[in-house]
């Protein structure tokens, strides 16, 4: 119904959002490597952090798809 509608449509903004920022720390990450390789930046420190950031986010958004995969799984096999 409207309510499910509703939720619905606030689960895709913040999953979309969750995404946005995803992609947006792994260019940050790919502009700090960059930037140690072409020796503009010499903070390995910095890069590194970067780097896990990003991984970190990335795992994170992953564990998401995965428990919205499992939950559509679910609610298919209740409409059975």
Same mark, same amino acid.
């Given at each position: *119904?409207?309510?499910? @509608? $509703?939720?619905?449509? &606030? ?6 959002? /969750?995404? #946005?920022?995803?992609? *947006?720390?792994?260019? @940050? $990450?790919?502009?700090? &490597? ?6 503009? /930046?010499? #903070? ?11 991984? &970190? ?24």
């Amino acid at each position: *119904g409207h309510c499910y @509608d $509703a939720l619905v449509g &606030i689960a895709d903004v913040k999953i979309f959002t /969750s995404i #946005n920022d995803v992609n *947006g720390l792994q260019k @940050d $990450a790919d502009s700090a &490597i960059q930037k140690l390789v072409s020796g503009e /930046s010499k #903070n390995l420190h910095e890069t590194l952090l970067a780097v896990e950031k990003a991984d &970190i986010a990335f795992k994170a958004i992953n564990q998401i798809r995965m428990k919205v995969i499992d939950a559509y799984k679910e609610v298919m096999r209740m409409q059975v």
